[in-house]
């Protein structure tokens, strides 16, 4: 089972800037606890995402470790900023199925986005490449949307060669029956390797969300500890990540679960001293 701890998207709408030694310790930490795939920032405008001017500092100051490092890229120069930083290991690409919300969060129409999509794929040298396939489970802008348009997106994708892809519900509406339709649909048609879910949800609503993945023979999940972040265009403040000390006792990984308790105070304090 693959486990993602999103460090990254719970500290990115953050108004207050936390410390870069702030980031680099809670990132260390989770590593000594055992988690194994990390979404430690990303390369992309600090007009943008202040949050994460740090990104190359950040990455520079973590130990040594086998551990999928990922850091987020929306153009070629955020995966140039990647390649030179010598220690990321993967990039993440946010593509939707709206051409609408492609437009606000990447400034680019979906056609350009797939355009570059296949550039990366190209340039990406050693790094791994997930594509996060945001709206895969509906879409509040009223765009076109079906199930069948996301097969078919995986589908495009899998033409280009990109095996990694995140189903992603940006903001949090999706329920458990249509989170188990979706994941059951694409992963029938692709098989479960190379896909997982990131879903962003109310609290009350986090195990219903995660059972329904699993019940769809999901293996990869996404979280960040307390249910933190989730997308800031949400409209709701209560729509978060999935709390990881919810979900990673349903899981098998070789995370220390003794450790969760201290983690999660951990990412409680830095939310409640820089939100």
């Known amino acids: ?28 930490a989770l590593l000594e606890a055992g988690f194994t795939h990390l979404d430690c920032g990303s390369f992309v405008s ?10 190359e500092a950040v990455m520079a100051g973590l130990p040594e470790t086998q551990a999928d490092l990922l ?11 990647a390649l030179d930083s010598g220690r990321v290991t993967s990039v993440g690409y946010p593509l939707s199925i709206s051409d609408t919300f ?6 680019r129409s979906l056609e350009q986005s797939w355009e570059l999509v296949q550039h ?14 945001s709206f895969a489970f509906g879409n509040p802008y009223n765009d076109p949307w079906n199930a069948e348009l996301v097969l078919e997106s995986v589908a495009r994708l ?26 059951k649909a694409v992963i029938d048609k692709f098989g ?22 699993l019940d769809a023979e999901c293996t990869w999940l996404e979280g960040a500890l307390g249910g933190i972040g989730g997308c800031p265009f949400a409209g709701d403040d209560l729509v978060g ?27 409680l304090e830095i939310r409640n001293a820089y939100m």
């Open 71 to 81: 850091c987020i890229i929306a153009n070629e120069k955020g995966l140039s900023r």
């Open 241 to 267: 990540n999935l709390a990881t000390e919810q979900v990673l006792p349903l899981l098998s990984t070789n995370v220390n679960l003794e450790r969760l308790r201290g983690l999660t105070q951990k990412a």
């Open 158 to 183: 899998r033409e280009l060669g990109i095996q990694d892809i995140a189903l992603a519900d940006t903001y949090g509406q999706a329920n458990a029956a249509r989170v188990h339709h979706i994941t």
């Open 120 to 133: 990366l794929h190209s340039s990406k040298q050693h790094l791994g490449l997930v594509v996060y396939l």
């Open 46 to 55: 600090p007009k943008a995402v202040p949050q994460m001017a740090d990104t």
């Open 1 to 28: 089972m693959k486990f993602v701890e999103c460090p990254r998207d719970a500290w990115q709408g953050m108004r207050q800037f936390i410390p870069t030694t702030t980031k680099i310790e809670f990132l260390s």
């Open 102 to 107: 492609q437009q606000r969060n990447t400034g």
């Open 192 to 213: 479960a390797t190379g896909l997982g879910v990131h879903l962003h949800a109310r609290a009350e609503d986090v195990m219903a969300l995660t059972r329904a993945s």
